[in-house]
T-cell receptor, first 115, second 112 residues
Framework: GAGVSQTPSNKVTEKGKYVELRCDPI?????LYWYRQSLGQGPEFLIY????????DSGLPNDRFFAVRPEGSVSTLKIQRTERGDSAVYLC?????????????FGEGSRLTVL | AQSVTQLGSHVSVSEGALVLLRCNYS??????LFWYVQYPNQGLQLLLK??????LVKGINGFEAEFKKSETSFHLTKPSAHMSDAAEYFC??????????FGQGTRLTINP
């Protein structure tokens, strides 16, 4: 497809389980972002990749959260030992190379529910 | 640290009435500013952006916003609301770093 694709769209898991969320950015976009949106809140920055490397991971809340982008395209957000407070919509966005104006193209998100 | 404040978590207007959604930012240097819209069950979509060119920025669907440095504001307006404008609206700011910092959002409801 032409847009940012995120899978799964919905994920229900139990407290303590491991979860992976996948993001497939727009073809040719070198920058990739993960945000988290809790109910009634604005998106909260988690991590930003430029190519394969994490250029800014200052938003990851703790060491249970980790993200990779091994080939500079698809990214996976990994959450270990999930907690109920991790329940949120996880948004992925991408932007073109060299675009310093900050316009991001968002996917529809992965809704995570931790029971 | 830069931040964004959206005044009013919920705004309700009648169809055909003026829409005004308020956004104030805190930054010592004029940043890049954005308005994004989120329709139900859809991803965020860019409405418009200010990148230090014209202070009055026109976006999609008849929306516009004016950058006012003296007031550190970037309010979003539309002269005449349409039912299809019902959505969540987010103001965002970007300065030195690549990441966007979003406000809390304003839910816009249009009454027939």
């Amino acid at each position: 497809g032409a847009g940012v694709s995120q899978t799964p769209s919905n994920k229900v898991t139990e407290k303590g389980k491991y979860v992976e969320l996948r993001c497939d950015p727009i073809s040719g976009h070198t920058a990739l972002y993960w945000y988290r949106q809790s109910l009634g809140q604005g998106p909260e920055f988690l991590i930003y990749f430029q190519g394969t490397g994490a250029a800014d991971d200052s938003g990851l809340p703790n060491d249970r959260f980790f993200a990779v982008r091994p080939e500079g395209s698809v990214s996976t957000l990994k959450i270990q030992r999930t907690e109920r407070g991790d329940s949120a919509v996880y948004l992925c966005a991408s932007s073109p190379r060299g675009d310093n104006t900050g316009e991001l193209f968002f996917g529809e998100g992965s809704r995570l529910t931790v029971l | 640290a830069q931040s964004v404040t959206q005044l009013g978590s919920h705004v309700s207007v009648s169809e055909g009435a003026l829409v005004l959604l308020r956004c104030n930012y805190s930054s010592s240097v004029p940043p890049y500013l954005f308005w994004y819209v989120q329709y139900p069950n859809q991803g965020l979509q860019l409405l418009l952006k200010y990148t230090s060119a014209a202070t009055l920025v026109k976006g999609i669907n008849g929306f516009e916003a004016e950058f006012k440095k003296s007031e550190t504001s970037f309010h979003l307006t539309k002269p005449s609301a349409h039912m299809s404008d019902a959505a969540e609206y987010f103001c965002a700011v970007k300065r030195m770093t690549q990441k966007l910092v979003f406000g809390q959002g304003t839910r816009l409801t249009i009454n027939p």
